[in-house]
């Protein structure tokens, strides 16, 4: 089936350090998604982009929508120890047939 | 109170039992779902309902059934549990339409089956 690819699967980061991950597909999407999910809980929404090109902040996060539809990146500028858990990233499309696909996510380490 | 609630949270049964995850929220949202999460890999889709009245098949159906009572209210059951179910599902609600369609999930309940 259609798959998201996540990249990194884990990251081990100082505090203060900037992080990078990313999502690509082969399939479009008109929505991108990128949520946190912390050990016990479900995933909480960080960033919806809905446009191509799209670049949209929440804080210290910031997260693209790519231009060919196909890919998302969400940097975390200054992380720190709380920036902890898996984040996954979630392309969804409601034409042609309602689709919604989510990464594996991305583990994030940050050492105080 | 949490938007979108999960009972149980926790569960543990036997292999060949039937068993019912519940799903509630106040959201006031049309369209629920339901996912399962296996460590190392991202939610997979196994149902979602876009009203009351309609229930769609997602990637991993088969093994499960649903139950759309309400608006408010979606439950996931697994006729004959199997090992091979054991995971963290996860149940999750969005207003649907344009532009995009955000989904917001619940807690998660920890399914094991012996």
């Known amino acids: ?112 | 109170d949490a938007d979108v609630t999960q009972t149980p949270r926790n569960r543990i049964t036997k292999t060949g039992k039937r068993i019912m995850l519940e799903c509630s929220q106040t959201k006031g949202h049309d369209r629920m779902y339901w996912y399962r999460q296996d460590p190392g890999l991202g939610l997979q889709l196994i149902y979602y309902s876009f009203d009351v009245k309609d229930i769609n098949k997602g990637e991993i159906s088969d093994g499960y059934s649903v139950s759309r009572q309400a608006q408010a209210k979606f439950s996931l059951s697994l006729e004959s549990a199997i090992p091979n179910q054991t995971a963290l599902y996860f149940c999750a609600t969005s207003v649907g339409g344009s532009p995009g369609d955000t989904q917001y999930f619940g807690p998660g309940t920890r399914l094991t089956v012996l």
């Open chain 1, 1 to 112: 089936g259609q798959q998201l690819n996540q990249s990194p699967q884990s990251m081990f980061i100082q505090e203060g350090e900037d992080v990078s991950m990313n999502c690509t597909s082969s399939s479009i999407f008109n929505t991108w998604l990128w949520y946190k999910q912390e050990p016990g809980e479900g995933p909480v929404l960080l960033i919806a982009l809905y446009k191509a090109g799209e670049l949209t902040s929440n804080g210290r996060l910031t997260a693209q929508f790519g231009i060919t539809r196909k890919d998302s990146f969400l940097n975390i500028s200054a992380s720190i120890p709380s920036d902890v858990g898996i984040y996954f990233c979630a392309g969804l499309r409601n034409t042609g047939g309602f689709k919604t696909i989510f990464g594996a996510g991305t583990r994030l380490f940050v050492k105080a």
